[in-house]
Each structure stands twice: as C-alpha cells, then as structure tokens.
C-alpha cells in the first residue's frame, strides 16, 4: 500500500500543480516538493519493510482478460531506482524553485510536467509485468517531450523535442515488440514468473530476437549510438530538466531495462557481443564528442551518453552468475552528473551565456560554486578521495578481469574505457579551468550576479555526497548492500576500500590521469577552442533532413494524385475499386454466385414499387443537365431508400438514414455554393470534355453496377456460418437490458468499436478543420469580408496567386 | 453564409429549434429500449443548429451555441471514456455497463436506467459537436469568412503552419543543432 501510494502522490499533484500555479506563480515550487518528499519518505518506509534479497509482488486487477494487471514488484533494484529518482526529484525540485524564477511563465505547467514524469519513472521501475513497465516507459517519453519543448516559442526547443519523442518513441516500439515475442515465448509477460522460471528450449530460440528488439528500446531511452544524437538537442530544456530527466533518471531506464532483463536474456547467445560492441563504441564516442563540444551542457550530455555506454557494457561483459558493484557506478554517476548539471544551470544563470569559449575567471568571484564543480569535475575525472575514484578502480578492475577470462573480444572493454577515461579527464578539467580559471572577460562580468542558497543547495549536497561516499566508501558499500537483487547480482559483493595498495587498476589509473593532463595541455587554449564536431558525426542533421523528407514525400505523391477536376478523384478511387473487388469476384467466377432460380412469387409489390421509384430517381441524376436537379433527384434516392428501410421494419436504419441525408444534402450545397457560377452549368457545353471522360464515366458506372449487383445477389446466398445478428437479438434482453438491438450492439456488445469510433470522428473533424483552415486566401480578400451571395464565386485579386484549379472556371466565364 | 432575411424562416427556425432538440433527446433517452439512441439523437440536434444557422447566419448560430463545437465532442468523448473507465476502479472491466429500473417513478412509472446512457451520452455530444463544426467552418468559408474566427486559429493552428499551397516551404527548425 505505501508503494502504490509513493506512485500514485506525484500523479495526484500534476493537476494540483497546474491549477496552483496560475495563483502562485513562481512560488508553486515549494508546494511541489512535497510530492517527491513524500514519495521518498513512503519509499524508504517500504525499503525498511522489505528483507534484502526478497522479491515483492504487489497485484491489482486491470484488464484481467489480457492478462494486465496493475501489479507492481519490489526488490533491490526497483528500490535503488525508485529512491534515485524520488530523491533526485526532491534536490531538483528545490533547485528549480530557485531557477524558474520571475523571467519564466508557466511554472505551473512546469512542475506538474515534472511530477507526472516522476510518477511515470517510478511507473517504469516498479512496474511488474512488461507491458505495464511498457505504458509507463512511454509515459516518461511524452513528458520528456512535454518538458524539452517547455520553452515552447524557441524553435530549436520544439524540434529538440520532436526528436527526443520520435527517438525514443519509435525504439519503445521496437521494445514493445521484443515484449510481445519475449511473451509469446514464455507465456507470460510477468515480471516474477519471468525472472524465476528457466525458458523452455521452445521459447530460447526467439530469445535471441526478442532480446535485440528489446536492447534497441534500451539504446534509444538511453541515447547509445545509433541514437545518441537526441540527449545533446534535448538540452534546450530548462537546466533542472536536464539535470533530472537526461542525467539523472530517464536515461538511465535503458540500463534500468538491460539490469531488468539480466536474469532472462544474459544466457542469449548475442547478449554480450550486442552491448559491449554498441555500448563501449558509444562510450569513446561520447567522450570525443565531449571534447569536440563547447556548450556546457552539449559537453555534459555527450559525457552522459558516454558514460551511460559504460553503465550498459558493464552489464554485457559481466558473467551470468551475476554483476558486481553495478549499482555503485551508476550512484556515482548521479552524484557528480546531476551536480554538473546543476553548476552549469547556475552558471549560465549567473554569467548569461555557456559557452566555454566565453567563459573564464570566475573562481575569484564564485569560490563556492568553483569548489563545487571541481569536486563533481574530479569525480568525473576519477581522482582520488572522490566516489568517481572508488567506481573506475572497481571498474578498470572488472576490465582486467574480463581480459582474464572473457571469451568475447576480451581486450575490448578494456581499451574502450582506457581511451575514453583519458579523454574524461581532459575535458573535466577544460570545464573547470574553462570558467574558473584564466582571464575573466568583462561582457560576462558586467552582468555577473551570485546565485542564492536554495540554488547552490542541491549541487553543495551532491558534492558533498562524492566526497564523504569517496573518502569512507564503506559507508557507500553498507548502504548499497540493502539493494542486493538476487539473480541479477553476484551472490558476493566486494567489500569498497579506498586503498587497494599499488595494483595494476591504481597504476592505469595513474597513467589516464596523466595522460588526461597531458592532452589537455597539449589543447588548452586557442586549440580547444577551435575544435568541431565533424559533419560525418553530426546525425541529428541527418535525422533531422529525413524527418523533413516525409512531408515533402506526401506532397509529392499528393501531386502525382491530385487533379484539378472533381471527376478525376471518383474515377480513381472507383477503378482501384473495380480492380480490386472486381478481380476478386473474377478470380471466383462470378457465374458461381448467381443464384440458381428465382421465386418470382415471393416479391412483395410495394417494395417492388419502391424500387422502381429508386430507379427512376438515379435515372433522372444521371440526365438531369444541372447540378440543382440532380441534386434534388439524389436526394430523392435518398428519402426513397429511408421508406425501403421502413418497409423491412428498420426504424433505427430509417431514421438515421432520413437524418444523415439531411445533414448531408445541406453539406452539399453549402460546397456547391462556393464554386463559381459557371461550375454550375457544368461541363455539359464543353465537348472537349464529353467525349473520352463521358466513355470513361459510362465504363465505370457500368463496372460498379455489376460488381455490386454481385456483391449484392453473393451476400443473399445461404451462408455456412451462422450470422452474428442472430446472438446479438437473442442476448440483448438477457445480456445487454435492453429491447433495441441496435442501440445494444453500438454501445454495450461493441462498445469498444463505438468509443473508438467516436475518437477516430472527432480526430478527423480536427484535421478537417486544419485543412479548410489552411486554404489559402489573399490578405485581401480576408479584409473584403463576405463576398455577395453564395455561388457568385471569388475572384482572386492578384492573379499569380490563383491555384490551378480556379483557372479553368474562371476563364471560362 | 449570411442571415437569411426570411422573417417566416427566422420564425418557423425558433420554434422548429426547440421542437427538434425536445425530439432529438427523446430519441436519446429512449434508445436503449425502443428505436432511437445518441447518434440519432445528436444528428437531430446538430440539424437544429444547422436551422438556426440557415435562418440566421452562422455567427448568430455560434453566439446561440456560447462554446466551440469542437469542446462539445472533446466532451462527449471524454464523457464516453470516462464512463468506460470507471468500472475499471473496482477492479470490474473495462466498459461493463450496469442497469437497473426505478420503479414507481412519479408521472413516468417504471424507469429502466443503466450506464449505458452515460456513454450514449457521450455519442450524443461527439455527434452534435463535429456536426456542427464541420458545417459551421464551411459555412464560414462559403460566405467569405475566414474557416475560424481569429481566436480560434491560435487554437488550431501552430505559428509556423503555413497555407497548404506554399509549396515546398518547409517548416523552420534551424538545421543548426549544435548549440
């Protein structure tokens, strides 16, 4: 109950947050921590409760008959995710309080973004069945979305956010997919029976595919090559959203997903070869780009995605018996990550601008704050007496053991975190050096002011953590313990100590820091500063230009379609028809339908009456020579149709019908009056026209008069299967509690299609209404106003604006 | 489209206005149990507002109406949605309907009354509302009004969307990614 709780509060708080923040402005920030504080508290409640090693099920019923229900797992490491992103929410929280200030609007909106994503994350880490994990997973992306593009009127924000979505989007597709297979394969998709049951030899053999469907969801969330592109465009986010969602919580749901599905898929024969081959390579990348960039958070971001290649290789090259100290790389990286992040909102705050090649000399005049980054920087770097050392000693450990006895590539991971850990350390230091240290230019001095405590809070306590976890790791190690998961760790943990002695780890250790240094010396400077990011690197301009050729492919096949004369769109839509329907009858023969006699005796005569009036009303549409009359006589088949209904005692179809045709003749002549006046004697006085689009006409209304008729005399046959009809009309009264069928059917038997139905009308009105909105009209003509009476048609003013299709009446008048 | 000066039309299209809408819920409400239900009931009443709007010119019409036909169906599937969730939260699934019957109702008798009608309801709007918008708009459109008045473009429309025509236009989203 405390955990469905600890979810449900910051869900509870987005409505509260979004109507509180139109009363409290800038201030709602204070109410908002309340939601991430309670939910640490309720979950630190449950960690106390719960044993190390137990595995936890917490189940509500949902859609019982698909098998998805609310249920929710608890054990190591849910909790260890769970209390990262609760308590990171709490520090930024409190940091946003101080960043959104006055400047911002909508703080509101802000913070109830914030909340909905923290319950989606805390969704995502609990959840225990896959699809539930799924829909949550989703549930972060739309409000990473929602947040990058927060700042909604800069460009570079909404299409940073468009990309972030489409990303991470389009791989927890590919995830999902690699869920259903993994659950067709095992025959459930919960998390416990998963984890728990050895797979039968049946389903190992889809493990491989599902397993890689499933890692490229892990990739994208967590922006591994190929997608690392989106986490640097997605930092056009407000600082505190990068600090928290592309630093500290969402992106790590990809190492999350890969730590999840350890137990099940480490046996699959591609597990290792696909992470370390993608994550260590994402890892030097990252780095390089990191030192190529000049951004703050463009350097943060790559050096993010970097290092999340690491957190994900690790779990690729740990043996399957289970991983070692995966948790305290990953604690480690949350500390000095989300600290930087936060120096840098406070810089950029403080200076206006995050541009390294700007920055300089502020160490005089924010001692704090340069102290602070150099410690997160140092833990960056992995000096001595921070938690950063304590990780890559245990790491560079894990490497020379894989050396040891890997048996796939094993000098890989070693020579990847070698390369990349040197690079490290030689931006750790341009970004220290960069704003702290040198000369200060006097346009960021003018406008420098000292940011306040309650933004200096959140990065002080997280520095604070790297320092006191890395000087006392067994502190950091006892707490770690409370996180053991079984399966997925290794049934002994090592012991954390700061000094191992002079080991091969501490001396390569030494070595990167050096040569870290040195490559930076060798840069340092003018160098640096001209370094770029070559085009071959940059895919999100790739990305971008392929997003932007979908629309442009639309409009060129809307072109290849499209036709200036209404006749041609029927005559297209009616051969594909013809083509289709009609060959399939062809293919069946259609002598086999027909029925073999015919009871002239059964025809009742008035219907008979009925219909021969039908048929003269279609008669007279067809010769009628202008539109007015053969409206009216269409109509009329209409009407005629609504008394055949009522002559097979339909009421429901009849009055439905009289009603659609109603609305639909006003509809009608609502569009014939926009057209001009000579649209409405037609093209009957054009004999250009007559000749080979009237043969054409007459071939297809024949065509669809027999395909029809086909039809029509194919649906009147005796049927094997019994029809659905009859159910329905016997089950409304005892089922449904209800004496119309029809109305049974449409929102009680099939109310699903209804709901869904009602959906697809109003998304089409929507798009309706943004296309006629779209149509464009002169300035002009919006300033004449109403035009005369309808049917007079508009004459555009200036005539190279007038689209193609106006031509032809126009000139014609 | 512009106000007809007919003052029979404006007459006869006031009263015919209350006429179909008491007819259009009669149909609603009883539609579970005799011909009728919230897809007919909504044609009839969209078509009540398409009188008015013949009679007295569309702006008159969606003064008449007070909100955008477009939140009315907004509201209707909401409406719908909700009423099939909500037996989701005791653990029932989704889109169970309940009935029952009142009995003894004064001047009515025996009432059958059911969930159903909720999401009938719900149809109801959703049918009202998109009818009445799409004729609205293309009434506008026809009588040289813009689609949508100038409040309701911000509504619908992004700052960066373009007439359809302007042809390979594409949108701005400064190709410079890099900050």
């Known amino acids: ?813 | 489209m512009k106000a007809g000066d007919s003052y029979i039309l404006r007459s006869v299209a006031t009263l015919l206005f209350f006429v179909v809408n008491v007819f259009a819920l009669y149909l609603l409400l009883r539609g579970h149990n005799l011909p009728g239900g919230g897809f007919i009931g909504g044609l009839g009443c969209a078509l009540s507002f398409i009188l008015l709007m013949l009679a007295f010119g569309v702006e008159a019409a969606e003064r008449i109406l007070r909100v955008d036909p477009v939140r009315i169906a907004v509201a209707g599937v909401s409406l719908a949605l909700l009423s099939s969730l909500l037996p989701v939260f005791w653990s029932a699934p989704f889109l169970r309907q309940y009935n029952g019957k009142l009995t003894q109702v004064p001047l009515l008798g025996d009432v059958a009354v059911g969930t159903p009608l909720v999401f009938d309801v719900g149809v109801f709007l959703v049918v009202v509302g998109v009818t009445t918008k799409l004729i609205f708009v293309l009434a506008r459109s026809v009588g040289g009004l813009t689609g949508l008045s100038l409040g309701e473009r911000s509504r619908y429309a992004g700052p960066l969307e373009t007439p359809i025509e302007h042809g390979e236009a594409r949108p701005r989203t400064d190709g410079e990614a890099k900050p």
Not at chain 1, 581 to 589: E, K, Q, Y
Request: hydrophobic letters at 55%; glycine letters at 10%.
């Open chain 1, 1 to 813: 109950m405390l955990l469905l709780l600890a979810i449900l509060i910051p869900f509870l708080f987005v409505p509260l947050l979004w109507i509180a923040g139109t009363k409290l402005g800038a201030r709602v920030g204070w109410l908002a921590v309340c939601a991430p504080v309670a939910s640490t508290a309720l979950l630190v409640l449950t960690l106390l409760n719960a044993a190390p090693g137990e595995r936890v099920v917490w189940e509500w019923d949902w859609i019982p008959s698909l098998g998805l229900n609310l249920v929710f797992l608890v054990d190591g490491l849910s909790l260890f995710f769970g209390l990262v992103v609760s308590g990171m929410g709490v520090l930024v929280v409190i940091y946003s309080a101080g960043y959104l200030d006055d400047h911002y609007a909508f703080h509101g909106r802000f913070y109830a973004y914030l909340a909905l994503f923290m319950g989606a994350m805390l969704g995502t880490v609990f959840a225990g069945n896959l699809l539930l994990m799924f829909v949550f997973w989703e549930l972060t992306g739309i409000a990473s979305f929602l947040l990058i593009g927060f700042l909604h009127t800069d460009a570079e924000s909404r299409s940073g956010a468009r990309m972030a979505l489409l990303v991470t989007g389009s791989t927890g597709l590919a995830m999902l997919a690699g869920i259903v297979i993994l659950g067709l394969a095992a025959g459930t998709h919960d998390l416990k029976a998963l984890l728990e049951q050895p797979m039968n030899a049946d389903g190992r053999e889809k493990l491989n595919l599902a397993f890689v469907l499933m890692a490229v969801g892990a990739f994208g969330k967590s922006a591994q090559f190929p997608f690392h592109f989106w986490l640097p465009n997605a930092m056009r986010a407000p600082t505190p959203v990068s600090a928290y969602l592309h630093s500290a919580t969402m992106v790590k749901l990809g190492v999350f997903l890969v730590a999840r599905i350890f137990p099940i898929f480490s046996e699959a024969g591609l597990w290792s070869p696909l992470l370390m081959a993608v994550s260590f390579g994402t890892m030097l990348l990252g780095a390089l780009l990191a030192l190529l960039s000049h951004d703050l958070k463009a350097v943060l971001a790559y050096s993010t995605v970097s290092q999340l290649g690491f957190l994900i290789g690790f779990y690729g090259m740990s043996p399957s018996s289970g991983a070692q100290s995966d948790l305290l790389h990953i604690i480690n990286h949350v500390f000095y990550k989300g600290c930087l992040f936060m120096v840098v909102g406070i810089i950029d705050h403080s200076a206006g601008t995050r541009d390294l090649r700007h920055l300089g000399g502020l160490g005089a005049r924010l001692p704090m704050l340069a102290v602070i980054t150099a410690i997160a920087a140092a833990a960056m770097a992995g000096l001595p007496g921070t938690t950063g050392f304590i990780s890559k000693e245990y790491m560079l450990k894990a490497k020379f053991d894989y050396w040891g006895d890997g048996d796939f590539a094993a000098w890989y991971p070693l020579v990847m975190v070698t390369l990349a850990s040197v690079l490290k350390v030689a931006f750790s230091l341009r970004i220290v050096w960069g704003v702290f240290g040198g000369r200060a230019r006097p346009e960021v001095l003018a406008d420098l002011h000292r940011p306040g405590w309650n933004l200096l809070f959140a990065p002080a306590l997280l520095a604070a953590a790297c320092v006191v976890f890395g000087l006392f790791p067994g502190l950091l190690g006892q707490g770690l313990t409370h996180f053991w998961t079984p399966l997925l760790h290794a049934q002994v943990q090592p012991e954390l100590y700061l000094w191992h002695g002079i080991t091969r780890e501490f001396l390569l250790s030494l070595a990167i820091v050096v040569a870290g240094t040195g490559l930076y010396a060798v840069l340092a400077g003018a160098r640096v500063n001209a370094l770029r990011i070559p085009r071959v690197l940059a895919f999100d301009r790739l990305f971008e230009s392929g997003v932007e050729a979908f629309p442009l492919l639309a409009k060129r096949i809307t072109a290849a379609l499209r036709s200036d004369r209404p006749f041609d769109a029927p005559a297209i839509v009616l051969c594909t028809f013809l083509l289709v329907v009609g060959g399939f009858l062809a293919s069946i023969g259609p002598a086999s339908l027909l029925p073999t006699q015919v009871n002239w005796e059964e025809i009742d005569p008035l219907r008979a009456f009925c219909v021969g009036l039908i048929a003269i009303a279609v008669v007279l549409v067809v010769v009628l020579p202008r539109w007015t009359g053969q409206l009216i006589a269409l109509s009329i088949v209409g009407f005629l149709v609504t008394f055949y209904y009522v002559l097979f005692r339909a009421p429901d179809l009849a009055m439905t019908q009289i009603l659609v045709e109603a609305a639909t003749l006003l509809l009608v002549l609502l569009l014939l009056a926009r057209f001009p006046r000579a649209a409405e004697i037609g093209e009957a006085n054009d004999t250009r026209v007559r000749s080979w689009r009237g043969a054409l006409g007459i071939l297809v209304a024949a065509g669809m008069g027999i395909v029809m008729t086909l039809v029509t005399v194919a649906a009147l046959n005796p049927r094997s299967a019994a029809p659905a009809g009859d159910y329905y009309l016997k089950s409304t009264v005892p089922l449904a509690h209800g004496t119309n069928a029809v109305n049974t059917i449409l929102v009680d038997f099939r109310g699903f299609d209804t709901l869904l139905e009602v959906t697809v009308l109003l998304i089409a009105t929507l798009g309706a209404v943004g296309l006629l909105m779209r149509y464009r009209r002169s300035a002009s003509e919006y300033a004449a106003g109403p035009m005369g009476p309808a049917g007079s048609g508009i004459e555009l003013e200036d005539p190279t604006e007038s689209k193609p299709d106006e031509k032809g009446p126009n000139e014609s008048r």
